[in-house]
Every structure is written in structure tokens, then in C-alpha cells.
């Protein structure tokens, strides 16, 4: 009976706390640090749903690091320069490729959706690749919050890109924004910011929680460039479950993805960021991943498709085609 009492008050306090959480949570305002906190007296006096509080503030918390053959390492573009890339190594010549990470995502680490890209990319050619870190609204923040922020990051790349070329007059037809989970929705901000000026916009496992059920104009939506290619890794969980691009790939069946623990049953946090992994290894290694037209796994599966229009995942896709796409995938790089 004791145990039991035990058992049953201890139940009550997880209830509490946990709904206290979800108060927090969706209250969108006691989660901001100190750090992003700078202009104000009281973290209270920060609008949430102020319109122009990211005008002010996003140039000092989102960074944009280039990439080139000539700087492997990375160097942090300076705002004060009128096109930020007057002393840097960009070279005008060579396609621009915007990457762009999600919520807790970063752009240093070995293993991150920036380094993985830029070691693939500069293995094969000459680009210049751009990683933004906009993780000082991602790390200290709910998921709720940051995305509250997504719009304001994105009109930040917007008039970033618009200064780098020229007010879109200097290689904006090699532009590619490739963004991971809410990445892939900033870039379609981005996307629609600049209104028919993005060749081609890639959304790897694009975020689902608050964006699955938003109208185009609050997501990664079809028109947001000419070309938009989708890659599904953990569909129903982290990532989108419908197709939203002109080509949308779901590798192993999209939810899940081999090489995964156990835990990724539950959190699908493997299975969502081998969406970048994937695409990495496509920039090199096409030819790993020819995928088949197919209305469905278990059709690819029961060879249905086996004569159906093919094409690459990732990097190397053609243009041309269209609509769901599916692959036996893997990744060791
Ligand atoms: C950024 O550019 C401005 C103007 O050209 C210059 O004065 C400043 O030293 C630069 N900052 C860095 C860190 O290079
Ligand atoms: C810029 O890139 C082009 C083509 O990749 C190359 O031919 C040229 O030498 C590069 N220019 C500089 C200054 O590195
Ligand atoms: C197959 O691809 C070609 C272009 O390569 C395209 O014209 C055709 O419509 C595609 N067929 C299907 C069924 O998607």
C-alpha cells in the first residue's frame, strides 16, 4: 500500500513538471539567454512577436563562413565589407553552395552537415561553400522559439546573398541552398525572399514537428525555387512525411536508416541527420546512389519499378524528373 502511495505521488510530481515544461515551452520567452539578450534591460522586455526584433539583432548572432579550395579552414565573411567577400578567396567563377544546419545544428564539427559537405565538395571541384551558423538562436533555444526565428535568419541570408552577388546580378545562376531538418525551411525562406532568382534548393529530411501541417507560405514549398529536391531519411518523425519537392527521395523507405541503434527506434535522430551524410557521399559517389521511380517501398522492394525511370539522389540529380523516387542506401565515408 506504501509502495503503492509512493508510486502513485511520484506519478502526480512527473505530471506537474512535465506540464510545467510544456508551459515553458510553448510560453516562447523564459528560454532566452543572457547571451542573445544583449540591448535589453529585462529578458521579459524581448517582443517575440516583435517584426523587426530580428532586423536589429540576427547580424550579430548569424555567422557565414566560406569555404573555398584556397581556405579549407574557413573564413568568417566580415559584414562591415560592402560585398563581405572583397579580401576573402571567393572566386566568382565557381558555383556558390549555401548550407545551412538545423535546430542544434553547428557548422565546426568534423562530422557536422558543413564539414561533411565541404570535404565531399572539394574533393571533386571548385566551389565556393558558405555555412551558416546560426546556432547562437538554435543551442540556447526551444525548438518553438527558434523556429519562431527562422524567418528572421532567413531574411538575414537573403540580403547576405543579394550583397555577395551584387544585387543578384553576379552568380546567382549557380546558386544552390542546401538546408538540413529546419534548415530546409529557412532556405525555402530564403527561396521565397528572393522571389524566381533560386536555380535550386535541396531540403534534407526537412523538419516536421510545427511545419508538416503549415500552408507554403510557413515552409519549404515547391515554388521556392526552380528546382527543388527532397531527400526523406526519418519521414514521420523528425522529417517531413509528404512529398514536397519537384523530386523527393526516400532512401531505404524514408523512415529509418540502416546502421542506426536502437535508440534511433524512438528519438530517429540517426536516421535524420544521414540525410547530410547521405548527400555528402553523392557529391562524389553518384553512381552509389541510382534511384528508381516508384509510387511506393514495398513496390521498389517487389521489383515493380525495376524498369522505371532512374536518376541519381543528391548532388548529381536530373532536372527533368520528377515526383517520389526510392533506393536501397548506405553511407561510409
Ligand atoms: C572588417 O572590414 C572593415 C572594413 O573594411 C575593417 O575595418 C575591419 O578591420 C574588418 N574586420 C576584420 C575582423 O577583418
Ligand atoms: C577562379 O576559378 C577559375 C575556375 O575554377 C580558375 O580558372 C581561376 O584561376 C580562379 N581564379 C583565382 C584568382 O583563383
Ligand atoms: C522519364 O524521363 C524523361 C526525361 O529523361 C521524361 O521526359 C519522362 O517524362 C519521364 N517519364 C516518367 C514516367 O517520369
Redesign the pocket.
Known amino acids: 500500500m506504501f509502495d503503492f502511495l509512493k508510486y502513485f505521488f511520484i506519478n502526480i510530481l512527473l505530471i506537474v513538471c512535465v506540464c510545467a515544461l510544456d508551459i515553458l515551452l510553448e510560453s516562447d520567452s523564459v528560454t532566452v539567454s543572457n547571451r542573445l539578450n544583449d540591448g535589453y534591460q529585462n529578458i521579459n522586455d524581448i517582443d517575440l512577436n516583435d517584426k523587426n526584433y530580428g532586423l536589429y539583432h540576427t547580424s550579430k548572432h548569424v555567422f557565414y563562413w566560406l569555404y573555398t579550395r584556397?581556405n579549407t579552414e574557413g573564413e568568417l565573411l566580415n559584414r562591415s565589407e560592402p560585398h563581405l567577400i572583397e579580401s576573402t578567396t571567393f572566386?566568382a567563377?565557381?558555383p556558390i553552395k549555401v548550407i545551412v544546419h538545423g535546430w542544434l545544428g553547428n557548422t565546426q564539427e568534423k562530422d557536422s552537415l558543413c564539414m561533411s559537405n565541404v570535404n565531399s565538395y572539394f574533393k571533386v571541384g571548385?566551389y565556393n561553400v558558405i555555412c551558416v551558423d546560426w546556432k547562437q538562436y538554435s543551442t540556447d533555444l526551444s525548438y518553438s522559439v527558434a523556429r519562431s526565428r527562422a524567418k528572421h535568419i532567413a531574411h538575414d541570408i537573403a540580403k547576405i546573398l543579394t550583397r555577395i552577388t551584387y544585387d543578384l546580378t553576379e552568380g546567382v545562376e549557380t546558386l544552390h541552398l542546401i538546408g538540413h531538418s529546419m534548415g530546409a525551411h529557412i532556405v525555402g525562406f530564403v527561396g521565397k525572399e528572393l522571389t524566381n532568382k533560386i536555380p535550386r534548393i535541396t531540403g534534407l529530411d526537412p523538419a516536421k514537428p510545427q511545419y508538416e501541417n503549415k500552408g507554403p507560405a510557413d515552409r519549404l514549398y515547391i515554388t521556392d525555387a526552380h528546382f527543388v529536391d527532397i531527400m526523406h531519411t526519418n519521414s514521420g518523425n523528425n522529417g517531413f512525411t509528404k512529398s514536397i519537392g519537384h523530386i523527393d527521395f526516400f532512401p531505404n523507405g524514408g523512415k529509418r536508416q540502416p546502421g542506426c541503434g536502437f535508440s534511433d527506434k524512438t528519438t530517429g535522430s540517426c536516421s535524420h541527420i544521414k540525410a547530410y551524410h547521405y548527400y555528402a557521399h553523392s557529391i562524389w559517389a553518384k553512381e552509389d546512389y541510382v534511384s528508381l521511380k516508384c509510387p511506393s517501398w514495398d513496390d521498389y522492394k517487389a521489383h515493380k519499378c525495376d524498369n522505371a525511370n532512374s536518376t541519381f539522389m543528391g548532388e548529381h540529380v536530373d532536372i527533368e524528373q520528377t515526383e517520389d523516387y526510392y533506393l536501397e542506401a548506405w553511407a561510409e565515408d
Open positions: 584556397y572566386n567563377s565557381n571548385e
